[in-house]
């Protein structure tokens, strides 16, 4: 089975790449393109690969993405962009004949102030978190592109919403990342360059949970190989979507914490308190998945070792990216 994977070179998508080799997919069924190969907004451009290639199944790992800072200074940007995206990678595979789809969404599609843990019924009950709202927008849309291509014309595509990932391949640069990256590499320079102190933007008392991108990788597969009658047992025609995640969360003191002992620094942390927070908790309810079949299985301790160790064998290729 061709697999088209678009957004193989993030951090997820490379990460599903791997999965699928690992599962012995041969190189040539899994089908990729760069953005200067096809740009995903470029809606004729989509078009014309997908009528091209015939893909057998997608998997849309495709967006953009950042943190708290980059929401903030570009919202234009996060919701127009993931928007086009997703419009054209949907319409244009229905329109290719393809059956199959896997879309990859964001815990940020939930309420602010939502009971905790979040639940997949906790979709559109509240008002959004402001600082990601175009992003959640755009992630609440394509769950509903692929819900409403699956009731008109009976396609079976998916959505899976993953929690906060980290892991190799990730995003480091010290304003666009997000907070765990960001930590990494922060506190690894400050600890080379023998900083007395390390400001966090915030107080630390948010609640973030974290899933290593090779389980995400594995419960993409894993719900997108589901039997169909399994699937749709367990989900509802307007409610469809997954949550992915380890069900276990820490404040983001905590994870700084861990992080400054990972790398080794022995410095004071301290906290902005004049900066955003965000959303003060976000655990996924995880119970759906574990009830299909599925748990994660990185604890936090060792994915963070994992992830310090693929950023200093490659700090040379992500110190301005």
């Not at 893909?55 to 980059?70: F, N, S």
């Not at 008109?152 to 980290?166: E, K």
């Not at 996924?284 to 998945?289: I, K, N």
Request: charged share 20%; hydrophobic share 40%; net charge negative.
């Amino acid at each position: 089975m061709t697999i088209y994977v678009a957004g193989h070179r993030g951090m997820v998508g490379s990460a599903i790449c791997r999965q699928l080799a690992a599962r012995g997919v041969s190189p040539k069924d899994i089908l990729t393109r760069t953005h200067a190969e096809l740009d995903l907004v470029d809606q004729a451009a989509v078009r014309a690969f997908m009528q091209a290639a015939r893909p057998e199944a997608v998997i849309l790992a495709a967006a953009k993405v950042g943190g708290i800072h980059a929401n903030n200074t570009y919202p234009a940007d996060f919701i127009y962009v993931n928007l086009m995206m997703q419009a054209n990678v949907i319409h244009e595979a229905f329109g290719a004949g393809v059956r199959r789809l896997l879309f990859l969404g964001s815990s940020c599609i939930y309420p602010r102030a939502v009971a905790q843990p979040m639940r997949e019924d906790a979709l559109l009950t509240g008002v959004l978190e402001p600082t990601n709202e175009p992003y959640a927008i755009a992630k609440i849309a394509g769950i509903k592109l692929c819900e409403s291509y699956n009731r008109q014309h009976g396609t079976d595509y998916r959505s899976v919403m993953p929690t906060n990932l980290y892991g190799p391949g990730d995003n480091f640069h010290p304003e666009n990342s997000h907070v765990l990256p960001a930590l990494i590499r922060r506190f690894h320079e400050a600890h080379a360059a023998g900083h007395e102190e390390v400001v966090i933007w915030g107080s630390g008392t948010p609640r973030r949970e974290f899933l290593h991108v090779d389980d995400m990788a594995e419960a993409s597969l894993f719900v997108m190989n589901l039997d169909r009658t399994a699937y749709e047992t367990n989900t509802d025609p307007m409610l469809s979507h997954i949550n992915v995640g380890t069900g276990v969360d820490v404040s983001i003191a905590e994870l700084a914490q861990m992080v400054a002992d990972v790398t080794g620094y022995k410095g004071r942390i301290a906290y902005d308190s004049d900066k955003p927070d965000g959303t003060p908790r976000k655990l996924m309810d995880v119970s759906r998945l574990a009830c299909m079949g599925w748990r994660a299985r990185t604890g936090l301790q060792d994915g963070l070792r994992e992830t310090y160790d693929w950023y200093k064998g490659n700090a040379h290729s992500v110190r301005e990216t």
